[in-house]
């Protein structure tokens, strides 16, 4: 016995019905049929989701498009604290405070806008927030769009969600 | 009608009937080919494409691709050859048209008291002239790859030359066998031939006289139409697009069009060698007459029907298979299609013939 020489199982020789390679062929024509036909009866079978009518059922922490909260009165729970700006990494938000016309509120955002272009879903924001006013639960990623500037969300679409 | 104004008539209609049918079935043969592609890998395949909401399985698919590749940028390589670059798309193409012109569709019919051959032309060297027509294809595939002036299409360019003689070689001589048992080379004959029956049993057709030569036949096509498993000159994981990488917008659809009618023709030709062209089995020309002696009469419109329906049903079913074997078998390497080529079709094609000879001179004692 040799040392340091391992024993690798190889693939078995081909039977002479194989090597002439047309049985095989045709078991494979076979095999191709059979799934063919049986997508075809079967179309639930197939695992693709048509994307756009139906879409894929996403993970409860799944880190998806952001959205702000509202108070009661509709007003937003944001109070304009800039937590999330300076834990945001790719540095995509971009808050205005003013001074809230409700007398219990101190400040609200005049502007807040998320750059879904440069946000990486990293969920450091939603961390941030000492007030529960940013989520990422809408549960989908970013739609495509065919300008930049829409998509720099502002605070209403912010809002909607 | 008299007589030259009828030829003329006749000609023209046999041309433009059989043409659209081919070409249509190129058509339909492009959604097949993605649609069935989708349906053995477990996929949906095309349904987008629709006409007013209507998506028809993404049959449209076929109809939005040539508007897309019709207003696509006409682009032409800096390196490349400017008129052998123009050129290529249309060798390619031209010889899978010219195909069509020996393939009978369906038996003789009578028109206005004259006989009127389904065929465009019912040329006395039939299939030669057909081996001499597919011998060009190789020269679009070759000059594609070369006149692009890039290293991909011309690595494609190269294998398919190689390739395509190879087979040629053993194409040509898998079906001297046929041409010995039917004793003619000309396509109308071998069908004609081919309406008898083997021991009173079974149709005498080409696939059950020929069995070797219809597997030889077969392979040497598939190698021909550079479908997998010989696809070397595409081969897109090894050369990105082969011999048309360089080529965009109605030169690319021409190719893709000429890889289709290829098929097609092939289809063709197979159907008429091999398994009785318009031949419906035990079908005569007063209808059926099964072998023991049980008989159907039947109308000649009928029985016209039937064959030209015949002739299709075998057309797709073999249309259908190129696409089949193309999901189900792999690319092979190209050594592995050189070996293939030289060293068990060749030989095998050798010994068919000589089997089918001494079969003959036997039976003839």
Same mark, same amino acid.
């Given at each position: 016995?040799?040392?340091?020489?391992?024993?690798?199982?190889?693939?078995?020789?081909?039977?002479?019905?194989?090597?002439?390679?047309?049985?095989?062929?045709?078991?494979?024509?076979?095999?191709?049929?059979?799934?063919?036909?049986?997508?075809?009866?079967?179309?639930?079978?197939?695992?693709?989701?048509?994307?756009?009518?139906?879409?894929?059922?996403?993970?409860?922490?799944? %880190?998806?498009?952001?959205?702000?909260?509202?108070?009661?009165?509709?007003?937003?729970?944001?109070?304009?604290?800039?937590?999330?700006?300076?834990?945001?990494?790719?540095?995509?938000?971009?808050?205005?405070?003013?001074?809230?016309?409700?007398?219990?509120?101190?400040?609200?955002?005049?502007?807040?806008?998320?750059?879904?272009?440069?946000?990486?879903?990293?969920?450091?924001?939603?961390?941030?927030?000492?007030?529960?006013?940013?989520?990422?639960?809408?549960?989908?990623?970013?739609?495509?769009?065919?300008?930049?500037?829409?998509?720099?969300?502002?605070?209403?679409?912010?809002?909607?969600? | 009608?008299?007589?030259?104004?009828?030829?003329?008539?006749?000609?023209?209609?046999?041309?433009?009937?059989?043409?659209?049918?081919?070409?249509?079935?190129?058509?339909?043969?492009?959604?097949?080919?993605?649609?069935?592609?989708?349906?053995?890998?477990?996929?949906?395949?095309?349904?987008?494409?629709?006409?007013?909401?209507?998506?028809?399985?993404?049959?449209?698919?076929?109809?939005?691709?040539?508007?897309?590749? $019709?207003?696509?940028?006409?682009?032409?390589?800096?390196?490349?050859?400017?008129?052998?670059?123009?050129?290529?798309?249309?060798?390619?193409?031209?010889?899978?048209?010219?195909?069509?012109?020996?393939?009978?569709?369906?038996?003789?019919?009578?028109?206005?008291?004259?006989?009127?051959?389904?065929?465009?032309?019912?040329?006395?060297?039939?299939?030669?002239?057909?081996?001499?027509?597919?011998?060009?294809?190789?020269?679009?595939?070759?000059?594609?790859?070369?006149?692009?002036?890039?290293?991909?299409?011309?690595?494609?360019?190269?294998?398919?030359?190689?390739?395509?003689?190879?087979?040629?070689?053993?194409?040509?001589?898998?079906?001297?066998?046929?041409?010995?048992?039917?004793?003619?080379?000309?396509?109308?004959?071998?069908?004609?031939?081919?309406?008898?029956?083997?021991?009173?049993?079974?149709?005498?057709?080409?696939?059950?006289?020929?069995? $070797?030569?219809?597997?030889?036949?077969?392979?040497?096509?598939?190698?021909?139409?550079?479908?997998?498993?010989?696809?070397?000159?595409?081969?897109?994981?090894?050369?990105?697009?082969?011999?048309?990488?360089?080529?965009?917008?109605?030169?690319?659809?021409?190719?893709?069009?000429?890889?289709?009618?290829?098929?097609?023709?092939?289809?063709?030709?197979?159907?008429?060698?091999?398994?009785?062209?318009?031949?419906?089995?035990?079908?005569?020309?007063?209808?059926?007459?099964?072998?023991?002696?049980?008989?159907?009469?039947?109308?000649?419109?009928?029985?016209?029907?039937?064959?030209?329906?015949?002739?299709?049903?075998?057309?797709?079913?073999?249309?259908?298979?190129?696409?089949?074997? %193309?999901?189900?078998?792999?690319?092979?390497?190209?050594?592995?299609?050189? %070996?293939?080529?030289?060293?068990?079709?060749?030989?095998?094609?050798?010994?068919?013939?000589?089997?089918?000879?001494?079969?003959?001179?036997?039976?003839?004692?």
């Amino acid at each position: 016995m040799t040392i340091g020489v391992i024993k690798v199982a190889r693939p078995r020789e081909m039977s002479f019905p194989e090597s002439l390679y047309l049985v095989e062929i045709v078991k494979g024509l076979g095999v191709t049929m059979g799934h063919m036909l049986s997508n075809i009866v079967r179309q639930e079978g197939i695992k693709t989701i048509e994307y756009p009518e139906v879409r894929r059922q996403m993970p409860p922490r799944f %880190r998806g498009k952001h959205r702000l909260m509202k108070r009661e009165n509709g007003a937003p729970r944001c109070v304009a604290c800039y937590c999330c700006p300076t834990a945001c990494p790719a540095k995509c938000i971009t808050i205005v405070a003013g001074e809230s016309p409700d007398p219990a509120v101190e400040k609200y955002p005049v502007r807040f806008d998320i750059d879904m272009l440069r946000c990486v879903f990293c969920g450091m924001c939603v961390e941030a927030c000492p007030c529960d006013a940013i989520r990422m639960d809408t549960g989908w990623f970013t739609p495509p769009d065919d300008t930049r500037e829409k998509l720099i969300f502002t605070i209403d679409t912010l809002l909607e969600k | 009608m008299t007589g030259p104004l009828f030829d003329i008539t006749v000609a023209v209609a046999r041309i433009a009937v059989f043409f659209a049918f081919c070409f249509g079935l190129v058509v339909v043969m492009t959604w097949v080919e993605r649609k069935g592609a989708a349906y053995i890998q477990d996929r949906r395949g095309p349904n987008r494409a629709d006409i007013f909401g209507i998506r028809a399985w993404g049959l449209f698919h076929p109809l939005a691709d040539a508007l897309k590749f $019709l207003f696509k940028e006409d682009f032409i390589p800096d390196n490349a050859h400017r008129l052998f670059y123009q050129m290529a798309p249309m060798f390619s193409l031209a010889p899978a048209i010219l195909g069509i012109a020996v393939i009978p569709f369906g038996p003789d019919v009578t028109v206005m008291g004259r006989t009127v051959a389904l065929q465009i032309a019912d040329l006395n060297v039939g299939i030669l002239y057909l081996f001499a027509v597919s011998g060009m294809t190789v020269y679009g595939v070759v000059l594609g790859g070369w006149a692009s002036g890039s290293k991909y299409p011309l690595l494609g360019g190269l294998r398919s030359s190689a390739q395509m003689l190879s087979y040629e070689v053993s194409m040509g001589l898998s079906l001297i066998g046929i041409f010995m048992v039917f004793e003619s080379v000309r396509m109308s004959q071998i069908v004609a031939g081919q309406g008898g029956l083997l021991f009173g049993v079974v149709p005498k057709w080409g696939v059950l006289v020929q069995p $070797l030569g219809f597997i030889l036949f077969l392979v040497a096509q598939y190698a021909e139409a550079n479908r997998t498993p010989f696809d070397m000159p595409e081969s897109e994981s090894e050369l990105v697009a082969g011999y048309h990488t360089e080529y965009a917008s109605f030169k690319f659809s021409m190719f893709m069009m000429a890889e289709y009618l290829h098929m097609v023709v092939g289809a063709a030709v197979v159907a008429t060698l091999f398994f009785g062209g318009w031949q419906f089995p035990y079908l005569g020309d007063a209808g059926f007459l099964f072998p023991g002696g049980f008989a159907v009469a039947m109308p000649p419109a009928l029985v016209l029907l039937l064959r030209i329906g015949a002739f299709v049903a075998k057309v797709l079913f073999f249309a259908w298979l190129y696409v089949w074997v %193309r999901w189900t078998v792999p690319r092979f390497r190209y050594d592995q299609v050189m %070996r293939l080529g030289w060293k068990v079709m060749l030989p095998l094609s050798l010994l068919n013939i000589f089997v089918t000879g001494l079969t003959l001179l036997l039976l003839k004692k």
